[in-house]
């Protein structure tokens, strides 16, 4: 397809401040390694979230947010291999490492010293066209529908470097607290495996309590109820630190509570008696490439279905009010064709 000189983008300039929309300039390529993509789709994250209203404080700015971006390759630089205009595929959260520091030599990548984020550090999806790092995307098949694999880009990576951090397939029943885009992709998952999935919501949260027994779920309750049997893992994807202490309530001797999320409020203080028999409270950071592979191989075949809502790109800031808010369930999705 011919690019065109200029597109439209929404525009992050000041933490707590709106996206503006505007057209600007189509990014040209700035090294023989990247890729210029027509955006198709792009997911919405609650990491949008946290950047627009400065609990990560480091943005680019001015900055075009957004880091689920499904599109076309429209142009290569000169070094890229394995891919070629046409080819659909996928620009995740980590768009870039130095592969030179001692995290990326031990296979950590996700650890990086030198790392850089689509739509964080790097300009995202939320515009018709997006600049990457072609090592760093992900090819998609071409029988895959833009706004249903959207959300597999961090949500579903996210959750399964999360699962596979609480132990993965060797758990039998895990908790999902925050029963949203994650959650409700990763429940799928579960399920596949055979585990029997507990599913913690906000408190009378009707709608997402009924996805989760949809997909799945033995049993779904407000984040201030508690299961009807011990836990061997709970992950967290609610950026509540009291759900951490929550939830060790609820695991078992031995049993891992990770946190799915890039910011959390502060963890209250809490007895020592909650931790003891060796449980234990983990993190995630970011992903690596072999979590993107294994998972978006795996997908397909349980298959994973998303629950997805839909807005222009227009209304980028109304999509991420009613994210904040609760007002769906699933995911929510950028659709580029509306």
């Known amino acids: 397809m011919p690019v065109p000189e200029t597109m439209k983008a929404m525009i992050f300039e000041a933490t707590g401040q709106p996206m503006e929309a505007r057209e600007v300039p189509v990014p040209r390529l700035e090294s023989d390694e990247q890729v210029l993509v027509a955006v198709e789709a792009c997911g919405l994250c609650r990491t949008d979230l946290h950047i627009i209203d400065g609990d990560l404080s480091r943005p680019k700015l001015p900055l075009i947010p957004g880091h689920q971006v499904v599109g076309r390759i429209v142009e290569c630089g000169s070094a890229v291999s394995g ?114 999935v507990y599913a913690f919501t906000r408190p009378g949260d009707d709608e997402a309590q009924s996805l989760a027994r949809e997909l799945g779920a033995v049993w779904a309750g407000g984040s201030d109820e508690s299961p009807p049997e011990r836990l061997d893992a709970a992950l967290v994807f609610a950026p509540v630190g009291e759900l951490m202490v929550t939830a060790l309530d609820h695991v078992d001797r031995g049993g891992r509570v990770v946190s799915g999320g890039i910011h959390m409020s ?67 999705v950028i659709d580029l064709s509306l």
């Open 83 to 196: 891919l070629e205009p046409g080819d659909r595929v996928g620009d995740p959260w980590l768009g870039h490492t130095d592969g030179d520091c001692r995290f990326c030599r031990q296979g950590r990548e996700n650890l990086c010293d030198n790392p850089q984020f689509t739509g964080y550090t790097l300009d995202g999806g939320f515009a018709e066209f997006a600049r990457a790092h072609a090592p760093f995307c992900f090819p998609l098949p071409e029988d895959a529908h833009p706004l249903d694999i959207a959300p597999l880009l961090c949500a579903g990576l996210i959750g399964y470097r999360t699962w596979r951090l609480a132990g993965g397939e060797e758990n039998r029943r895990i908790g999902l607290y925050g029963f949203g885009a994650a959650a409700h992709i990763l429940a799928q998952l579960a399920r596949h495996v055979g585990q029997s």
């Open 266 to 332: 502060d963890i209250p203080t809490f007895p020592y008696e909650k931790l003891w028999e060796e449980r234990s409270l983990l993190s995630v950071a970011n992903l690596t490439r072999k979590d993107g592979r294994e998972f978006l191989e795996l997908a397909p075949k349980i298959p994973i279905r998303t629950t997805v809502t839909r807005y222009p790109l227009s209304q980028v800031n109304e999509a991420l009010e009613d994210l904040r808010h609760g007002r769906f369930a699933g995911a929510a």
